[in-house]
């Protein structure tokens, strides 16, 4: 058996291999070019090709494929095989640099919000050298972005890497002022912590609302919840363990960094975390994980549900994404440090993402908005959708200092440098143990917690590198024109945290008082993806992103269509998956029950006419009434839905407000008739059967 170092990454086109296959000067230049940033020259293309061709076809592979993440959040391929003809009838296994460089997939079956007019259906994908080459499936995986021939980003990833430039550039300017000149590139890193659920294929197989929607669209509470939370340090079943087993090495093989597995709060839930990476590759690391994670399940003869809440009253999942920025020269810019200069430079770093997270609640909530993630925000299990950032009370206090040190310590400025001396150290255990904040100190990074579990975590770094980017723009505009660097710092952090000292809260972020403290304090709270969508196109946001080149105002306006084109349409499958079941299986399934009670009364009655049969006679009523308004709603929903308004946001609103609050009204009545029906009536898989037989 090969050992973990072994295979770790041995389907992967990584710098070890490059360096073995390529001539030297070509490696360099390739090296040179991906450092840099810019376009690759097509005579050194053409020997990657080749060597890459090679390489593949060594790993057993016979197709290649162009692999990009477009806006539905999946990532898509389309197989192309290296064979070309020659004489004689025969072919030769053939890659050229072109092939490599760019891709040109018939681009009209993705969503582009209007970017790209049908009859112009083309949009081309182009390798991004930064993140590796790949084989999945016999298939040599190329990483590029995907783009319509006005360069406009069809795909996740396009912005996620003007977002990483414009934040890199923005902190060395920083970094300079520190007198910090041997950074050549800050790099924003990303550990995605991806949670999922796993059960059993065939039970899994009778629920058409799971193999539908993802979700259960029903289902009575199991006697047994995650009450006990014997589920979370309990050992994990063979089952899931041979799963967990065979998914860190098919991930090892494609060179992510899984690095633990462990169950979760919710029976059948669990966790993996990966070592973290800079935020391209995490990001195509994470796409990688949740497409492998359904494949090796399928294996094992699970399913794994990615939907934010496929159970209703259990955990839905979520993603954690822990972030921070890095230099070339391995200085994390979110550790404290241990020197005054250090602790400054932190301070500065910490208060501009303060006063980026205030300014931009709203942007931080839409990266993260989506039909299912919905069902778990301020769910009281999850986030809640106000956004506030936990930073400790020590910190916290440290800030409250420097806040009125401006007042207080004046003449001190120079012994003190900014008003604290030293930091004290943060022992990583104090940071968030309540972890009911959506985004969280935690020593030496973030964690933003409301990423959805199955998400693309493109979108939310991109929007937070860009906030990042913006306060750090500004800070080093004021900076770099003051007389005194110090005395500028000093005030400017001060300042800072005045002003947005507001986002900041320690407490239990769960609670009913923290929503009406939020809205004393002014800061927005969305509830729902229809609440959060419409800020995407305000002013103020077109402005921050058309200024960096993050999006165009077209990029913004297709991508808000987009997402609520996907909320509708998704909410719109729930409703007639739920109609479909309920006239297929649940009506008659009632029927069948009440008509067993009626013909058991009947056969007594006429055997033992003085028995009142209280028991059959109060079901039979409970049933018939049942049957009676599950029937009138569905019947109101199916005509409701034949009339849905044709403007997105009010489509939107209108899946939101009408059909959601129907679907409501119909689980529960569906939910009392399964828990009180004989099971042998009762064909669908339940709670139990679902989330406690693997
Ligand atoms: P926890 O206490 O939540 O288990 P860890 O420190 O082990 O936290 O990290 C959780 C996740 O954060 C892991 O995916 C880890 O790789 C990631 N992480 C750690 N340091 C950084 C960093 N500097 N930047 C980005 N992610 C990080
Ligand atoms: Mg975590």
């Known amino acids: 058996m090969k050992s973990v170092p072994q295979i770790f990454g041995c389907l992967v086109f990584n710098d070890e291999v490059m360096r073995q296959k390529l001539p030297k000067d070509v490696f360099k230049s390739l090296q040179k070019t991906i450092a840099e940033g810019r376009d690759l020259d097509i005579s050194v293309a053409n020997v990657v090709a080749t060597a890459m061709k090679d390489w593949a076809i060594e790993q057993g592979a016979t197709h290649y494929t162009h692999w990009f993440q477009p806006l539905t959040g999946i990532t898509a391929e389309k197989h192309d095989s290296f064979i070309s003809p020659v004489a004689g009838g025969r072919i030769i296994m053939d890659f050229s640099g072109k092939e490599l460089i760019k891709g040109e997939p018939d681009a009209s079956s993705f969503p582009s919000g209007g970017l790209r007019a049908t009859f112009e259906a083309r949009g081309y994908t182009s390798w991004d050298p930064t993140s590796y080459a790949f084989i999945k499936d016999r298939t040599l995986c190329i990483p590029t972005v995907f783009c319509s021939y006005n360069g406009e980003a069809l795909d996740q990833k396009t912005p996620l890497l003007r977002s990483m430039e414009l934040i890199s550039e923005q902190s060395l300017r920083i970094l300079k002022l520190f007198g910090n000149t041997s950074a050549h590139r800050v790099i924003t890193t990303v550990g995605a912590e ?22 259960t669209l029903f289902g009575a509470p199991s006697p047994k919840g995650q009450e006990l939370e014997d589920h979370y340090f309990g050992t994990i079943k063979p089952r899931v363990s041979s799963f967990m087993k065979e998914l860190d090495e098919e991930l090892w093989k494609l060179g992510i960094l899984a690095k633990t597995e462990h169950n979760e709060a919710a029976p059948a839930q669990h966790e993996l975390a990966p070592i973290f990476n800079s935020s391209n590759k995490a990001s195509d690391h994470n796409q990688l994980t949740m497409e492998i994670m359904k494949k090796v399940a399928a294996k094992h003869n699970l399913v794994c549900l990615l939907h934010e809440k496929p159970f209703e009253g259990i955990n839905g999942s979520g993603k954690h994404n822990n972030w921070s920025l890095c230099t070339d020269t391995g200085l994390n810019l979110f550790d404290p440090g241990k020197t005054p200069s250090e602790n400054a430079q932190f301070l500065l770093f910490l208060v501009a993402v303060i006063k980026a997270i205030d300014e931009h609640q709203d942007l931080m909530r839409i990266s993260v908005a989506s039909a299912g993630n919905d069902h778990r925000l301020g769910g009281g299990e999850a986030p809640p959708a106000i956004i506030s ?15 009125h040190g401006e007042e207080y310590n004046e003449t001190e400025t120079e012994l003190m440098e900014i008003g604290v001396h030293v930091l004290p150290n943060f022992p990583k255990d104090t940071t968030d143990r309540n972890r009911t904040s959506p985004f969280a100190f935690t020593g030496n990074k973030f964690e933003f917690r409301m990423l959805g579990s199955s998400q693309s975590i493109s979108e939310p770094n991109t929007v937070l590198n860009t906030i990042v980017a913006h306060e750090l723009m500004q800070f080093a505009n004021i900076l770099e024109q003051a007389p005194n660097f110090n ?28 929503e009406d403290e939020a809205k004393e304090r002014g800061l927005l709270n969305l509830p729902s993806t229809v609440d959060a969508l419409p800020h995407f196109i305000e002013q103020k946001n077109i402005d921050l992103f058309t200024q960096h080149n993050i999006y165009t105002e077209s990029e913004i306006s297709s991508r808000y269509e987009i997402s609520l084109e996907t909320y509708s349409k998704r909410v719109r499958i729930e409703a007639l998956t739920l109609i479909d079941i309920i006239k297929t299986s649940i009506l008659p399934a009632i029927t069948s029950y009440t008509q067993k009670l009626a013909t058991t009364i009947a056969a007594t009655k006429s055997v033992a006419p003085n028995l009142e049969m209280v028991a059959e006679n109060s079901l039979l009523t409970k049933f018939s009434i049942l049957n009676d308004r599950i029937f009138n709603e569905v019947t109101k929903l199916e005509e409701t839905l034949i009339n849905e308004p044709s403007f997105v946001l009010e489509n939107a609103r209108f899946y939101h407000d009408d059909i959601l609050e129907s679907m409501s009204v119909l689980r529960t009545y569906i939910d009392d008739a399964e828990s009180n029906m004989d099971s042998t009536y009762w064909t669908l898989p339940t709670y139990t059967d679902l989330i406690f037989r693997v």
């Not at 500028?488 to 923290?514: C, M, P, Q, V």
């Open 194 to 215: 991806q949670e999922y659920f796993l059960i059993d294929k065939d039970t899994y197989l009778k629920r058409n609302d799971l193999l539908l929607t993802g979700r």
């Open 487 to 514: 005395k500028a710092l000093k005030k400017l952090i001060a300042k800072t945290i005045r002003e947005h000292k507001r986002i900041i809260f320690n407490g239990d972020g769960y609670s009913k008082a923290w």
């Open 389 to 403: 950032i936990y930073l400790g009370d020590e910190l916290t206090s440290i800030l409250e200092a420097l806040e």
